[in-house]
């Protein structure tokens, strides 16, 4: 699916996060000021030497769209489960990640714990119940987008992420 | 009856085009080969084949019930549902909530059942830009031309007839034939197209009753973008694509995708319940789910059509058939060509416009052996 996986540790990853954005040549990084991954990345960001930029929107996205689409890097988000068999991750967005962390930045990094892998799609839905309460989106991201419209030919970085980096957490 | 020879003239013009020959046969023997690839153990096949066709033979027995259903939580959800019972009824409906926002720019992902109402051509005439972003039907809107497959809407053209198009419609952008390139070329000119769409339309692959759940299948995340950055969103879908449980999903999900490319899952599935929730930074803040009838009950109260009903819109019966390999899909004239397209099209749109089509068929049952849920068997 040409993801990249990373593998690191859950005392490691913001630092690998760190060098990964170096490597790429990323000016900035988005990522939910109030959300899970928040402590861990002001940490090592705070104690580094001219790290990219921080973007930090506590706000709806229609305060900032156009900053979104055209100047946003990279977007780092949590992932609720991986799914094994079929490499992909399910995200139910937040009101601290909202969807669109995932969509409109050229590049995603997902942070995964490696316990929170499941074997397939079907257990997840019926091993969290799903059916019981869904939110108001969930998604299976599976690879960068792709397209293969033009003589079959899979072409990357259509609309959605160019790249899709998974630092799994063991 | 008279039967027409327009399916005849489009069918010898197919013929006698080498290019359109050649594009569709390359790219058949692709997804054919791919299918091949990610379905070739036998027992696991047939058996995900005779779920699924349960399952949407279950859900097509309880096709009221489970409309009743699927509006229930999807109102309760905060999704505004809407009942079609023509093209035109349909189209009045979409009109309505554009106008109802004084909106004037509308994107839309792949939707075939927006075609089935001729949605584009309506909009426009009403002063509303309604633009493809899906790149197979992006290309193919530049051109002014229809979707020749299901899946692969721009199949029929190889990467130097979409190059040649590029120049044409984009001088500035310097010419390219490197299929990634010109996706990126689409990529920069409908990114800024999302951010300031006011609409955005996509289809329903399936939509869950019991959850309110409705589902869509892509690779590009076009289908994201118009269901996440608008501030409105209309989904669009046939009545028959409701199932029951949440819990149906996975198995539909895994054969439709490996039926239709052969991957092991698609890029992006991306399941939507309700529009953007108290506290949520993004998402539309209005959702709106229009069901479409068109001549669906009529299929459904027929003991012998009715499990043409049951189709996921894979695409599988296209790519294996023998006719359609060679004539191409605008040959049919058809929303959806091919064998399912030419069981149900006559029977939505009448044998006086497309009666001739089940006349495309060589008998070989190859449609019927790839058939995920096992139509017509
Ligand atoms: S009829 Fe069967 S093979 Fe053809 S598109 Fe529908 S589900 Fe796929």
Redesign the interface.
């Known amino acids: 699916?040409r993801a990249e996986v990373h593998l690191t540790s859950p005392s490691q990853w913001a630092e690998r996060l760190l060098q990964l954005c170096r490597e790429k040549g990323l000016g900035n990084l988005l990522y939910a000021a109030d959300g899970p991954l928040a402590p861990a990345i002001d940490a090592v960001w705070e104690n580094a030497d001219a790290p990219p930029e921080r973007i930090r929107?506590?706000?709806?996205?229609?305060q900032w769209?156009?900053a979104l689409?055209a100047d946003t890097e990279a977007a780092v988000t949590s992932v609720r489960a991986g799914i094994a068999?079929?490499?992909?991750l399910v995200l139910w967005?937040?009101?601290q990640e909202?969807?669109?962390y995932s969509?409109?930045p050229p590049v995603h990094f997902a942070v995964l714990h490696a316990g929170q892998l499941y074997h397939?799609?079907?257990e997840v839905?019926?091993q969290e119940q799903?059916?019981t309460g869904?939110?108001?989106?969930?998604?299976?991201?599976?690879?960068?987008?792709?397209?293969?419209?033009?003589?079959?030919?899979?072409?990357?970085?259509?609309?959605?992420?160019m790249q899709l980096i998974v630092l799994l957490l063991i | 009856m008279q039967v027409t020879s327009d399916f005849q003239g489009r069918c010898r013009e197919a013929l006698n085009d080498p290019q359109i020959r050649r594009?569709f046969r390359?790219?058949m023997d692709?997804?054919m080969s791919k299918r091949r690839a990610s379905l070739g153990d036998e027992d696991e096949r047939e058996g995900l084949r005779a779920r699924c066709a349960a399952i949407r033979a279950n859900a097509l027995a309880r096709l009221p019930d489970l409309l009743e259903q699927l509006e229930r939580n999807c109102t309760e959800n905060g999704i505004r549902v809407h009942w079609a019972e023509t093209v035109q009824e349909a189209n009045r409906i979409v009109l309505d909530i554009v106008r109802g926002h004084h909106a004037r720019r509308l994107i839309k992902g792949k939707s075939m059942v927006s075609e089935e109402m001729g949605l584009n051509h309506f909009l426009e005439g009403q002063g509303i830009e309604c633009l493809e972003?899906?790149?197979?039907e992006y290309?193919v809107q530049l051109a002014g031309e229809t979707p020749s497959h299901i899946i692969?809407?721009?199949?029929h053209?190889?990467?130097q007839e979409?190059a040649e198009l590029f120049r044409r419609k984009f001088p500035d952008i310097p010419f390219q034939e490197d299929?990634?390139a010109?996706?990126?070329s689409?990529?920069r000119i409908?990114?800024?197209k999302?951010?300031q769409a006011e609409i955005g339309l996509s289809g329903v692959n399936f939509a869950v009753a019991?959850?309110?759940?409705l589902c869509l299948v892509e690779?590009?995340?076009?289908g994201?973008?118009c269901?996440?950055?608008p501030?409105v969103h209309i989904a669009v879908t046939g009545i028959e694509k409701v199932v029951e449980?949440?819990?149906d999903?996975?198995?539909l999900?895994?054969l439709l995708v490996r039926s239709a490319?052969g991957q092991?899952?698609?890029?992006?599935?991306?399941?939507?319940?309700?529009?953007?929730?108290e506290?949520?930074?993004?998402?539309p803040r209005e959702v709106h789910l229009l069901l479409l009838d068109n001549g669906r009950s009529r299929i459904h109260r027929d003991a012998q059509l009715i499990d043409t009903l049951r189709c996921i819109r894979c695409g599988a019966c296209m790519n294996h058939c023998p006719v359609y390999g060679r004539i191409g899909g605008h040959a049919y004239g058809s929303t959806i060509p091919g064998p399912i397209g030419s069981v149900v099209e006559p029977q939505k749109e009448g044998l006086a416009r497309f009666g001739e089509l089940p006349t495309a068929s060589t008998l070989c049952g190859a449609c019927a052996e790839v058939c995920p849920v096992r139509i017509p068997r």
């Open positions: 699916m929107h506590a706000t709806t996205i229609e769209k156009p689409f068999d079929v490499s992909a967005p937040t009101p909202p969807r669109s969509l409109v397939s799609f079907a839905v019926e799903w059916h869904m939110p108001s989106n969930a998604l299976l991201i599976s690879g960068p987008s792709k397209s293969a419209d033009i003589e079959q030919t899979l072409a990357y970085g259509v609309h959605g992420p | 594009n390359f790219a692709g997804l972003s899906d790149l197979g290309i692969a809407p721009a199949i053209k190889n990467r979409v299929p990634e010109l996706a990126r689409a990529r409908l990114r800024e999302f951010e019991e959850t309110g759940t690779n590009e995340g076009n994201r973008m269901t996440t950055v501030p449980r949440l819990g999903i996975p198995p999900l895994d490319t092991h899952i698609s890029t992006y599935f991306n399941m939507i319940s309700s529009p953007r929730r506290g949520e930074r993004d998402g």
